[in-house]
């Protein structure tokens, strides 16, 4: 039996038994994540999110719903324009590095 902890190693013996736990790094733990399927990967995201975030703020959630529904119907109207993650990625990270 093996457990992985993000700090400290230790081992123990129970009723003639021994557990060892070993250590895992940040490294680690993200490459064993990695080889995940996207959708465990997207719930282990969330789950780590939400362990640093707190509870859901309902009143944000719904406000961030109904701000998602303008940006649709605005794109579905014609009176907005998407613009493709490249492009923004690309002048996002040239501002970065201009500064």
Same mark, same amino acid.
């Given at each position: 039996m093996?457990?992985?902890?993000?700090?400290?190693s230790?081992?123990?013996?129970?009723?003639?038994?021994?557990?060892?736990?070993?250590?895992?790094?940040?490294?680690?733990?993200?490459?064993?994540?990695?080889? $995940?399927? +996207? *959708?465990?990967?997207? /719930?282990l995201?969330? @789950?780590?999110?939400? #362990?640093?975030?707190?509870?859901?703020?309902? %009143?944000?959630?719904?406000?961030?719903?109904?701000?998602l529904?303008?940006?649709?119907?605005? $794109?579905? +109207? *014609?009176?907005?324009? /998407?613009?493709?993650? @490249?492009?923004?990625k #690309?002048?996002?990270?040239?501002?970065?590095? %201009?500064?």
């Open positions: 093996e457990l992985q902890l993000l700090e400290g230790t081992g123990a013996r129970h009723a003639g038994r021994s557990l060892t736990v070993r250590t895992a790094s940040r490294s680690d733990l993200l490459q064993g994540a990695l080889r $995940l399927p +996207a *959708g465990d990967r997207l /719930a995201a969330t @789950e780590i999110l939400e #362990s640093v975030e707190g509870p859901e703020d309902v %009143s944000w959630t719904a406000a961030w719903a109904t701000e529904d303008r940006r649709v119907r605005e $794109l579905d +109207a *014609g009176t907005a324009k /998407a613009i493709p993650w @490249e492009q923004v #690309s002048d996002t990270l040239e501002r970065l590095h %201009s500064k």
